[in-house]
C-alpha cells in the first residue's frame, strides 16, 4: 500500500493550512475526467477533504495525516510511496515512486 513520506506530509500539511475551504485530510481518486480501465493512462487526482468517503482507504502520514486512496485506486498506488521533490526551476511538486 502507499507510504508517505515526512516530505510529502509536510507539504500536504501545508496545503491543508492553507486551503481557502475547510480540509483536514487528503483523497487520492482518479481524475474526473478519466474512467479507470478506458485505455488511457491512468491519471490520478489528489483531494483536500473533511471526511473519507464509504469505501475509502487510509493510509496515515508519519505525523498523523490521513490519506484517503479511493478503492479504484489502490491498485495503481501498491507499492509506491509519495514524496516531495523540487521540478528543474526548483518549485516544490509531490511524486510517486517506488517503494524500495
Not at 25 to 31: G, K, T
Not at 42 to 71: A, H, K, M, N
Amino acid at each position: 500500500m502507499l507510504i508517505v513520506t515526512d516530505r510529502a506530509e509536510q507539504a500536504l500539511w501545508g496545503r491543508i493550512q492553507a486551503s481557502p475551504v475547510p480540509a483536514v485530510a487528503v483523497r487520492i481518486c482518479h481524475e474526473a475526467d478519466r474512467a479507470p480501465g478506458d485505455g488511457s493512462r491512468p491519471s490520478l487526482q489528489l483531494d483536500l477533504v473533511t471526511q473519507r468517503l464509504p469505501g475509502d482507504i487510509v493510509v496515515t502520514g508519519p505525523t498523523g495525516l490521513e490519506v484517503f486512496v479511493e478503492p479504484e485506486a489502490a491498485d495503481l498506488l501498491d507499492d509506491r510511496v509519495l514524496d516531495q521533490t523540487t521540478d528543474d526551476d526548483g518549485r516544490p511538486m509531490l511524486v510517486l515512486r517506488e517503494a524500495a
